[in-house]
């Protein structure tokens, strides 16, 4: 697997990848799935997604991001149970 943007993320993003990658090799019913998840893997993606917020912002990357979302009205950002696109943006 990859190495995330920041050094001090990819620890996070291993774990979360091996839980994720395990939880979804096995979980085959639907009615479970996202509790399953939830229980799993929600704190280690919470942990993650923290992780890169912050190494997005002190690289000043932002901006950039806010500017390509803003061109692409059409793909949300929010493509996880954990940040549901009613969330206000942390950088704002």
Not at 6 to 14: D, F, G, M, S, V
Not at 61 to 71: F, I, P, V
Not at 80 to 88: I, K, Q, T
Request: include cysteine.
């Amino acid at each position: 697997m990859a190495s995330s943007l920041t050094a001090e993320c990819t620890p996070l993003k291993k774990e979360y990848d091996a839980c994720f990658n395990g939880w979804f090799g096995v979980t085959l019913s639907p009615s479970i799935q996202a509790e399953q998840y939830e229980k799993n893997c929600g704190a280690l993606w919470a942990s993650y997604r923290d992780c890169v917020h912050r190494a997005v912002e002190s690289k000043g990357l932002m901006q950039l991001l806010n500017d390509a979302r803003s061109e692409n009205h059409s793909t949300s950002p929010y493509h996880h149970p954990r940040n549901p696109p009613h969330l206000p943006d942390k950088s704002r």
